[in-house]
């Protein structure tokens, strides 16, 4: 069993940064690979980055390439996502997921099966 426990939405102006935090526990060694996915009111959950556990190999959706950035610290059991240049597009809630299946560095929700609860991200124009 994997626990996740998201951090760090906050309410920002467009041009803003933040920092998300995601915290797991539990069978770490057991996940191919880790992502952030989002939701914003009335839309689907979409996937933002994805990374390989352990690894450097990353995917990104389009509307965040060259803005946002995945990382892991292994040493910590934790992931990341930093998020720049941000627009009020970019507001949703923010979800970090993890899979024992061979991921491929997907984007999609089927392809993960341990989510957090996740953390509130607005931003301002």
């Known amino acids: 069993q994997v626990q996740l426990v998201e951090s760090g939405g906050d309410s920002v102006q467009a041009g803003g940064s933040l920092r998300l935090s995601c915290a797991a526990s539990?069978?770490?060694?057991?996940?191919?690979?880790m992502a952030w996915f989002r939701q914003a009111p009335g839309k689907e959950r979409e996937g933002v980055a994805a990374?390989?556990?352990?690894?450097?190999?990353?995917s990104y959706a389009d509307s965040v390439k060259g803005r946002f950035t995945i990382s892991q610290d292994n040493a910590k059991n934790t992931l990341y996502l930093q998020m720049d240049s941000l627009k009020p597009e970019d507001t949703a809630m923010y979800y970090c997921?993890?899979?024992?299946?061979?991921?491929?560095?997907?984007?999609?929700?089927?392809?993960?099966?341990?989510w957090g609860q996740g953390t509130q991200v607005t931003v301002s124009s």
């Open positions: 990374i390989v556990t352990g690894g450097s190999m990353r």
């Open positions: 539990g069978y770490i060694s057991s996940m191919s690979c």
């Open positions: 997921a993890a899979t024992t299946l061979w991921c491929e560095l997907s984007l999609r929700t089927s392809r993960y099966n341990y």
